[in-house]
T-cell receptor, first 111, second 114 residues
Framework: QKEVEQNSGPLSVPEGAIASLNCTYS??????FFWYRQYSGKSPELIMS????GDKEDGRFTAQLNKASQYVSLLIRDSQPSDSATYLC???????????FGTGTRLQVFP | DVKVTQSSRYLVKRTGEKVFLECVQD?????MFWYRQDPGLGLRLIYF???????EKGDIPEGYSVSREKKERFSLILESASTNQTSMYLC?????????????FGPGTRLTVT
């Protein structure tokens, strides 16, 4: 079992729809959870962080965390073609400052 | 804003050459990291550093070494470049304070070894 798992996609959604990206992790000791956006040929950019169970909203983005189910998700409302990118889920490794990254989900938003 | 810079965006080297990749951060972060990213394999940690002159191996340290002589600068060294080290190299830094684990990435260096 991978430590952080994501569906590689592509996830295709029409412009204006809600895109839902999912991530599961294996270490119950993980405390911090992050979503990064990576455009093709560019480096990852931090877009959301979440540390406690529940929802956290920032503009069109909502991160959801369920530690009991070891599940974290990212919702993108009113998806735009500019949201087309690969989204990386990352969680902290237990008792370290290291992050463990998933391999990413490619999102395609079509007009 | 956090700024992480890397010395080169693109680099072409020959097999056997010694290669230096430099990374500088301007936010007084304690932690710095070097990753490589390859299609289908995701981000893989090569080395990281929690403090000046301190380093720890990541998941794939073979063929690499690092140097951190100053807090803001973290260098990755390929002692004798090989074609299987052709990759995108990403540097990142994080605050290193309790509860602040988010990492900020530099623009990356795409290295080609021929």
């Amino acid at each position: 079992q991978k430590e952080v798992e994501q569906n590689s996609g592509p996830l295709s959604v029409p412009e204006g729809a809600i895109a839902s990206l999912n991530c599961t992790y294996s270490d119950r000791g993980s405390q911090s959870f992050f979503w990064y956006r990576q455009y093709s040929g560019k480096s990852p950019e931090l877009i959301m962080s979440i540390y406690s169970n529940g929802d956290k909203e920032d503009g069109r983005f909502t991160a959801q965390l369920n530690k009991a189910s070891q599940y974290v998700s990212l919702l993108i409302r009113d998806s735009q073609p500019s949201d087309s990118a690969t989204y990386l889920c990352a969680v902290t490794a237990r008792n370290t400052d290291k992050l463990i990254f998933g391999t990413g989900t490619r999102l395609q938003v079509f007009p | 804003d956090v700024k992480v810079t890397q010395s080169s965006r693109y680099l072409v080297k020959r097999t056997g050459e010694k290669v230096f990749l430099e990374c500088v951060q301007d936010m007084d972060h304690e932690n710095m990291f070097w990753y490589r990213q390859d299609p289908g394999l995701g981000l893989r940690l090569i080395y990281f550093s929690y403090d000046v002159k301190m380093k720890e191996k990541g998941d794939i340290p073979e063929g690499y070494s690092v140097s951190r002589e100053k807090k803001e600068r973290f260098s990755l060294i390929l002692e004798s470049a090989s074609t299987n080290q052709t990759s995108m190299y990403l540097c990142a830094s994080s605050p290193g304070l309790a509860g602040l684990d988010e990492q900020y990435f530099g623009p990356g260096t795409r290295l080609t070894v021929t």
